[in-house]
Each structure stands twice: as structure tokens, then as C-alpha cells.
């Protein structure tokens, strides 16, 4: 059992820059895929960016270049650090823990981007 919570969400201009953390309650370093989903009211959850255990990391088209995701296993937190920020960046994001039995959520912090 994994129980992850996210914070570090808030208002930001656009331009602006933002960092999430995602907090563990358990050791992350086996997680095969730690990764940050985000969901806008009336649309799917889709992934934002990836991690595996191993480093290999892997973004959604519209944030290369502005996200970068980090974990640090010692401190079972994943990272998610947001810059240049867009209107179109808001959303709730959630934090996952992909384990080969099963996906752990987080509950979910809100960014909103203003124009």
C-alpha cells in the first residue's frame, strides 16, 4: 500500500513557474513508473510526465521543455517542476505510483494558470 500526497499547487501568472511535490507514505525506489497525470473538468486524466526507477523519463508533447520531473528515492518524494507556464497548464494534478499489481493516486492539487 502506497499513499502519496501531492502539494505545492497555487495561482501563477502565465510565464510563471510552479513546483509540485508528491510525498510517499512508503519507498519508492522499486516503483517501476512514478509519473504526474493532470484532468480538466469534462476530459480524461492524461500523464504529464514519467519517471521510471531506473531515470528514463518521458513528457507529454505540450510540456517538453517547460516540466521536468525528478524523484528522489531517498526522500520517497517525486518532483514536478513547471515553467512558463500556460493558461492552458490548468488543471488538477495528480501523482502516481505505477507498481506491477496496481496504480496508486494522490489526491490531487490545483494549478491555475492566469492570462
Known amino acids: 500500500q502506497v499513499q502519496l500526497v501531492e502539494s505545492g499547487g497555487g495561482l501563477v501568472q502565465a510565464g510563471g513557474s510552479l513546483s509540485l511535490s508528491c510525498a510517499a507514505s512508503s519507498s519508492i525506489a522499486l516503483v517501476p513508473f512514478m509519473a504526474w497525470h493532470r484532468q480538466t473538468p469534462g476530459n480524461q486524466r492524461e500523464v504529464v510526465a514519467e519517471?521510471?526507477?531506473?531515470?528514463?523519463?518521458n513528457y507529454r508533447d505540450p510540456v517538453k521543455g517547460r516540466f521536468t520531473i525528478s524523484r528522489d528515492n531517498d526522500l520517497n518524494t517525486v518532483y514536478l517542476q513547471m515553467t512558463n507556464l500556460k493558461p492552458e497548464d490548468t488543471a488538477v494534478y495528480y501523482c502516481?505510483?505505477?507498481?506491477?499489481?496496481?496504480?496508486?493516486w494522490g489526491q490531487g492539487t490545483q494549478v491555475t494558470v492566469s492570462s
Open positions: 502516481a505510483a505505477t507498481t506491477p499489481t496496481r496504480v496508486y
Open positions: 519517471m521510471t526507477n531506473i531515470g528514463t523519463t
